[in-house]
Every structure is written in structure tokens, then in C-alpha cells.
């Protein structure tokens, strides 16, 4: 894992890690959880995920249909529940069923639009599995992800040993969920700590 990094390289990173958030959280999983899943499973979801997403950012596709493509990937892996309201942190635990539901719907919303325009960034490059291990509940997925142009970094997809579903990427440490958690805090601070304007000015854009 790369420890030095140019100012350049930084910032194109940062906007890796957040074009990876939005992978990570654009749409909510139907159906009943999956079965508790091992290494090797762990290890093959996420192999088909990589496969899907290095489609579809080399296809050449205009970045709304990218967009909608990546929402229909990760339909079938990613936990947006969990990784909405693990954003929303502390500050949902007074929060009403009703206002959790429309904050999950508003966030997947606003991570869309985020980091949509972001998805170019990744052509002409390829996110490759490396390895998986077991990590408590749950597996971590390793991946190699290559920009054109830039060294190698990695990737960790996290797996839920339990359901079998997708709730976290770091990418070089730096966990989605952690840096989704300040972002909305911050914003909920903005606020006044008043979740049903935040709900409301998400759902805006």
C-alpha cells in the first residue's frame, strides 16, 4: 500500500475514493438477506462486482446511463441501509421508522448525484481481486485498483459474514462509511441538528 503520495496524486485518490462511495451506496438490496457467506464466496462477489464496474466505466456509455448501470449492480450487492443510517451515526438513534426510511431513500439520492460525475475518472482503468480474509463478522476483500496513468492502489471491499451483502469499501485505509459519516454530520450541524431539513434539502439536490 502506497504511504507517499504527490498533492496530484492525493486529490486524483480523493476523487476515487468518492466516485467508490457512490458505487458503494447508490441503491438498496431486495429480498431476503443471503445466506452467511465464507471466504471463498466473499472473495467470488466481489470478483463479479469488480467485473461488472470494469464494464461499464470502459464502455464508453454517456455518464447517465453509466449511472443507472452502476445502480443496477449494485442493487444485487450493496446493503444501503446499513451504510446510510451507519452514516447518519449517532444522530439517527432519536430518529422515527419513518424518518430512517426517508433518509436512506434521500441519501442514496444525494450519493448519486455526488459522485456520478465522478465515474469518468475511473476509464481506462481496472479494479482486479487480490485476496480475502476473515476479519471478525466479517471478510475483507482486497483489490488492486489501476488508473491510467497512476500507480496501483488498494482497494478493500468489506463483506458482511453474516448476510452476504456489501457495507463498506477502504480505499488505502480510509473507510467510505467513516468519511460518509462526518460529511452528513457536518451537514446535519448545518442544520441545526434538524434531520427532517436535511431529509428535505437532500431530496432537492
Request: aromatic letters at 6%.
Amino acid at each position: 500500500m502506497m504511504r507517499m503520495m504527490g498533492n496530484k496524486t492525493q486529490v486524483t485518490r480523493r476523487a476515487v475514493l468518492g466516485g467508490l462511495a457512490g458505487l458503494g451506496v447508490l441503491a438498496l438490496v431486495p429480498g431476503r438477506a443471503l445466506a452467511a457467506i465464507s471466504a471463498e464466496k466473499a472473495e467470488s462477489l466481489i470478483t463479479k462486482v469488480v467485473g461488472d464496474i470494469n464494464s461499464i466505466i470502459n464502455s464508453g456509455a454517456s455518464e447517465a446511463k453509466m449511472i443507472s448501470r452502476f445502480e443496477s449492480v449494485f442493487a444485487k450487492y450493496a446493503d444501503v441501509n446499513f451504510i446510510a443510517l451507519s452514516a447518519l451515526g449517532p444522530d439517527g438513534r432519536s430518529a422515527s421508522a419513518s424518518q430512517k426510511k426517508a433518509f436512506v431513500k434521500a441519501f442514496r439520492g444525494y450519493v448519486a448525484r455526488r459522485y456520478g460525475s465522478r465515474f469518468r475518472e475511473f476509464q481506462g482503468g481496472r479494479i482486479d481481486v487480490v485476496g480475502s480474509k476473515k476479519v471478525k463478522s466479517r471478510f475483507e476483500v482486497l483489490t488492486k485498483t489501476s488508473l491510467k496513468g497512476k500507480s496501483p492502489f488498494d482497494v478493500v471491499f468489506v463483506v458482511s459474514a453474516k448476510n452476504g451483502k456489501f457495507i463498506d469499501m477502504q480505499v488505502e485505509g480510509i473507510s467510505i462509511v467513516k468519511s460518509e459519516r462526518k460529511e452528513i454530520g457536518a451537514m446535519l450541524d448545518r442544520r441545526g441538528g434538524d434531520l427532517n431539513k436535511l431529509i428535505a434539502d437532500l431530496n432537492a439536490g
